[in-house]
């Protein structure tokens, strides 16, 4: 599951994430230490919902120069997935 995480994470999120660093969005190392893992799920399947709705989410956008993520159409499966892979990251 870790594997495919990364595999779906290296195609789909790396335009605007890196591992390990800031780049146009948060670095997702340590991720799990800051957010919920429902708060990732929500960012990875309905960030649109997330970026009208949650106030951390408002304050990211700010501190990012109004960049916005975009919603890359994951599945649930393939959400959880990177998600695992985020844990992984330290
Ligand atoms: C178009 C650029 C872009 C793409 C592509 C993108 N993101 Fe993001 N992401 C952002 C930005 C910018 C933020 C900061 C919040 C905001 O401004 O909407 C963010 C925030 C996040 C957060 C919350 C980070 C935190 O510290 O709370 C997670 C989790 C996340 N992205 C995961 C992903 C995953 C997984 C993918 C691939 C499926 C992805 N993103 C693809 C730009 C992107």
Same mark, same amino acid.
């Given at each position: 599951?870790? %594997?495919?995480?990364?595999?779906?994470?290296k195609a789909k999120c790396t335009a605007c994430h890196k +591992?390990? %660093?800031k780049y146009i969005g948060p670095a997702p190392k340590g991720?799990?230490?800051?957010?919920? +893992?429902?708060f990732v799920?929500?960012?990875i399947l309905n960030p649109e919902?997330?970026?009208a709705e949650n106030a951390?989410?408002?304050q990211m956008i700010a501190e990012n120069n109004g960049a916005v993520m975009a919603n890359q159409n994951l599945t649930q499966d393939e959400a959880r997935a990177v998600l695992e892979y985020f844990r992984t990251l330290k």
């Open positions: 599951m870790v %594997k495919q995480g990364e595999e779906i994470y +591992p390990d %660093k991720i799990l230490d800051r957010r919920s +893992p429902e799920m929500n960012m919902k997330m970026i951390i989410v408002k």
